[in-house]
């Protein structure tokens, strides 16, 4: 996956449509509430210099009038508890402007994840099949999951602390210079040392909590593989294998938290220390100051309660650079996928008839590597008739699938696919797959109801619609059997359906979809000869006028169809019906003769 495009921040910010609100509120009781904080140690300041102390009180006129309304300096001396209120109240204006912070900022936040993940699931749907065959399932999990969730994480929490980080740093710098240039330069000489400090340290960290994330995800996958092959663990005897497997990657999970914690120690311990250093540097100039008449006692009191509110946000602004780095690293990941090109129609692309001839001619197609998969080939499939497709494994049988449905497009120049003689590259890819119905030799089925498995393609189909076809997929009888029918849950949360059982599954949801052409994708290879007879009997009787398309490895399931194509290497090698391809020497007879038991010592594909 390769990041091109459009910049990452205005894809995330174009998620932000109509939750912006939101963060500016909460931007705003963030600087409220930062004022606030800075406010109480002034309330703490004049009670000593100005009402236990005899400095001048230097208010505007209205709070001048308040204070003489009360009787002056001796009315506040006689009621300190005016002072203890006014902190209060200062420390409640704080926790509303905290209260109402947070809830916007989750407002925000949340709505804006909550559209980066739709937005995400919507795009990975339409991305094209080859984009989803070239990356890994996981990758893609991760991406939508663990990376979104850093992205969340960063806006709900470090985007307010970011913020709140600058403005504490820069208020209480502002305000220590007022009140004393020399102190505050020598905060300002540690307050570098510091910032680097954590930075440099916090890069490291984050590289190991990149490795401790890796070797997370490492444990997780050896536990789920072993889990998915359970069977394949036991019946080779693997067990004590997969336990000294697992442990060891348990062992090396644990050590490098174990690591971690060691220099996390030293992080923080050494921080503390540093810390502790400028706070007592400015604790004995202070004193020495106020002791000199420099400054009052509650400026000295003011200057190391500001001091000690700028440690926290200078010792965090290192943490919150490297998992900004952090951030940045998922929000380039998200947006690589959001940067791929989804599958879309041409603006003129149509519908047509599809109870039409198919018609390959001299298509030629390739994947990604350089010799072409199949070459030359043109055939035509009369609407309504049975086509068979024989070949040897790897000769290209259901490329040809792919390249019918267009989950491959077929370049320029490189032969065509017509449908009553319009190119299908100018029919509409919805429209197109809706009306080839597809039944694969490995069928998927969700983790739900027999019966929501088969009507997927249309959820308000009545059960008696769903046993019929089942009926003619052969499965009802199978699927009566089980204790709740066809609401028996598949797969892991329920029963595990054979293999034969599956494909007649998918069979009966491919029918439903009443489609005017039906492929037949070696679908019938886990089905005895007996059943896959009865159902494609039962197929031509209640599908008369669809066109179907049988791909087969056995001869008995492609014998009866109107014209079988025998493909080898990508190449067609033959073309005709089942009486045409016996009566001449060829890889069809030589199956043949093998499947029938009559043979000689004929060459298979
Ligand atoms: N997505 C893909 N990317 C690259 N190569 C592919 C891809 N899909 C199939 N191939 C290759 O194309 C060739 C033809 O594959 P295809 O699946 O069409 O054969 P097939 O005749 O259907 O085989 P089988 O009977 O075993 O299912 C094979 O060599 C296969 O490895």
Redesign the pocket.
Known sequence: MKGKNKLSYKILFSYADGLKKFLFISAVATVLRVFVNFITPQVIRITVDSVIGDKPMNFISPIMNLIDSIGGRQGLRENIWISAVAVLILAVITCICDYIGRVTIAKGSEGIIKNIRNGLYEHIQKLPY?WH?KNQTGDIIQRSTSDVEVVRNFISTQLAEMFRTIMLIIVSLTLMFSMNFKLTSIVLIFVPIIIIYSSIFYGILSRKFLVADEAEGDLFSAAQENLTGVRVVRAFGREKYEIERFSKKNRDFSDLWVKLGYQLGYYWGLGDLVTGFQVMTIICVGVIQASNGVITLGEFLVFVSYNSMLAWPVRSFGRILGEMSKTKVSVTRICEVLNEPVEDDEPDNISVDMNKDIEFKNVSFK???PVP??SDISFKIKAGTTFAIL??????????M?LLNRLYDLPENSGTITIGGVDIRKIKRDYLRSNIGMVL?EPFLFSRTIKQNISIVNPDAEIDEIKHISEIAHVDEAIENFSKGYDTVVGERGVTLSGGQKQRVAIARMLLQQTPIMVF??SLSAVDSETDSKIRSALKESRKNSTTIL?S?RITTLMQADMILV?DK?KVVDLGTHEDLINHSGIYKSIYDVQMNISDDSSLS
Do not use: A, M, N, R
């Open positions: 080859h065959v994947y990604e590597g998969v199949v070949g040897g494994t790897g000769s290209g049988k259901t490329t040809l792919h030799q994708d070696d791909i490895h493909l990508g």
